[in-house]
């Protein structure tokens, strides 16, 4: 049965409708104080529940919700228990950059751990790398050729280039345009002078062509809008962004509109206005 967080209502519904099976929603109250009171209405006892809750923003309620319902689905006899966090949070503090900081991914992977998931699936998780700090089985789903897919068959695009907002996310882009049929880059800094950085595609030129920029994450837009500033500079035709996780803080979808992107696609890992792909397919052929 798919026990669907208040974090992810439609994506486990579809999940529920792809399986053909039972979704169950918990009853959530909250007591006076703010503490947050869950009950799972229904027989677990021997059942093999898939627990789904995205872990966007507000990301420290949402990751208690997850280990109330995961720690609970355990104690009430289920039989096996699959997390399924299609955004994980923290996922880009997963180092320390500077001495004394935390190392958040880590520490969030252990509270997970700590109440005893059988295994954990989630989607383009920010660095590959940082899954070595799981010890149960984990499965890194990717949602970009769903993108691809999408934003080939959907948009009218004329001599199409998908490009990666950093050396990261070429990989991502590259997956999205075996799907479109355009070629792939990503944008580097160069530094001209010592005090001048600019920043470009690594190979391409963009001029006269749409342009998909593609990230794992839009969450300020800093990131995206930059890229826009200098692909319309270039003479870019449409820009369009696509991401998997709409995180956009704020008025962020509104930033990237009038900066000039055209259009924003996004899949609900996040459940936002503009969560257009669903990943239910890609998770229910993961748990099948
Ligand atoms: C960073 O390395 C990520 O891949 C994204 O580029 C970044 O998190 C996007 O954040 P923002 O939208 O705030 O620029």
Redesign the pocket.
């Known amino acids: 049965m798919i026990l669907g967080g208040p974090a992810s209502p439609k994506l486990s519904k579809r999940l529920s409708l792809e399986l053909h099976t039972f979704l169950l929603t918990p009853e959530i109250k909250r007591f006076p104080d703010g503490e947050i009171y869950i009950r799972l209405p229904g027989e677990l006892k021997g059942k093999e529940v898939v627990v789904v809750q995205s872990l966007g923003p507000p990301q420290n309620e949402n990751l208690m919700v997850l280990l109330l319902m995961l720690d609970a689905a355990r104690d009430l006899g289920a039989k096996k228990v699959v997390c399924v966090t299609p955004y994980f949070c923290y996922a880009?503090q997963d180092k320390r950059f500077k001495p004394g900081e935390a190392i958040s991914m880590k520490t969030i992977v252990k509270l997970i751990e700590e109440v005893a998931p059988d295994e954990l699936i989630t989607i383009d998780i920010?660095e590959d790398s940082s899954l070595r700090y799981f010890s149960i089985p984990v499965k890194n789903l990717t949602a970009m050729p769903l993108l691809g897919k999408f934003i080939g068959s959907r948009l009218r695009l004329k001599n199409p280039v998908v490009i990666g907002?950093?050396q990261?996310?070429e990989e991502r882009a590259k997956k999205v345009a075996e799907e479109i049929g355009g070629g792939h880059d990503y944008l580097v800094k160069r530094r001209i002078t010592p005090t001048k950085v600019t920043v470009e595609p690594k190979k391409i030129d963009a001029k006269g062509r749409d342009v998909i920029i593609v990230?794992?994450?839009?969450?300020?837009?800093?990131?995206?809008i930059k890229a826009v500033k200098v692909l319309s500079r270039q003479g870019a035709r449409n820009i369009y962004a696509a991401c998997t996780h709409p995180v956009l803080v704020g008025k962020?979808l509104e930033k990237l509109r009038k900066a000039g992107t055209r259009k924003v696609i996004a899949t609900d890992t996040i459940e936002r206005e503009v969560s257009l792909v669903s990943v239910a397919p890609l998770i229910a052929q993961a748990l099948r």
Request: aromatic letters at 0%.
């Open positions: 880009r920010h907002g950093d990261g996310s990230d794992d994450i839009i969450s300020t837009g800093g990131t995206v962020t």
